[in-house]
């Protein structure tokens, strides 16, 4: 069974910084793009970082907003995908969802969604 | 970036309704369409992909359809657990986007 369980969230000033982790499971995770979606309070969702699979040599983007202070990486031993967010902003306030490209043309698995908070 | 336009935004219908959706590409994205749903404090469930595809395990009564710019998504007859909000999603380019989405309510 395909498992995606997302941590590392909660409140942070802005300025600072989180590390995102989401623990992969029940597939062959170096097969599959994994992307980082996330969700304002009351808004529509928004991709924010892509890593892509092995084929492609894990290659990483980004959306604009995002670009130069995310940075998203993964640990293929432990099958943990992770998102590094610097320079934290209040627009940044979601929930943060892990989502598995099923190769498709579709993100056919999500986590749970972690919920990040930037206040002062 | 490729932006998507839902309309409507926001439908009101009966149980045992025909409701559409459509979803307006701002350039041709060939068929790499998916919509999903998402109910209150939950994550999107995929619905459906490549513009027609049902994902295994949803319900048969959810359709898709279009090419290029114009997609539309039907529930042929609204069941109760169908009420939430409805998402397309482009996948020809990233970044990835999704459309404003459509909240669909008991009338």
């Known amino acids: 069974e395909v498992q995606l369980v997302e941590s590392g969230g909660g409140l942070v000033q802005p300025g600072g910084s989180l590390r995102l982790s989401c623990a992969a499971s029940?597939?062959?995770?170096?097969?599959?793009?994994m992307d980082w979606v996330r969700q304002a309070p009351g808004k529509g969702l928004e991709c924010v970082a892509r890593?892509?699979?092995?084929?492609?040599?894990?290659?990483?983007e980004y959306v604009a907003s995002v670009k130069g202070r995310f940075t998203i990486s993964r640990d293929e031993s432990k099958n943990l995908l992770y998102l590094q967010m610097n320079g934290l902003r209040t627009d940044d306030t979601a929930v943060y969802y892990c989502?598995?490209?099923?190769?498709?043309?579709?993100?056919?698995?999500w986590g749970h969604g972690i919920l990040v908070t930037v206040s002062s | 970036d490729i932006q998507l336009t839902q309309s409507p935004s926001f439908l009101s219908a009966s149980v045992g309704d025909r409701v559409t959706i459509t979803c307006r590409a701002s350039?041709?994205?060939?068929?790499?369409l998916a919509w999903y749903q998402q109910k209150p404090g939950k994550a999107p469930n995929l619905l459906i992909y490549?513009?027609?595809t049902l994902q295994t395990g949803a319900p048969s009564r959810f359709s898709g359809s279009g090419s290029g710019t114009e997609f539309t998504l039907t529930i042929s007859s609204l069941q109760p657990e169908d009420f939430a909000t409805y998402y397309c999603?482009?996948?020809?380019?990233?970044?990835?986007?999704f459309g404003g989405g459509t909240k669909v309510e008991i009338k």
């Open positions: 989502a598995r490209d099923g190769m498709n043309y579709s993100f056919d698995y």
């Open positions: 029940g597939f062959t995770f170096s097969d599959h793009h």
């Open positions: 890593s892509k699979n092995r084929g492609s040599s894990y290659a990483a």
């Open positions: 350039q041709g994205i060939n068929t790499y």
């Open positions: 490549v513009a027609s």
């Open positions: 999603q482009q996948l020809n380019s990233y970044p990835v986007t």
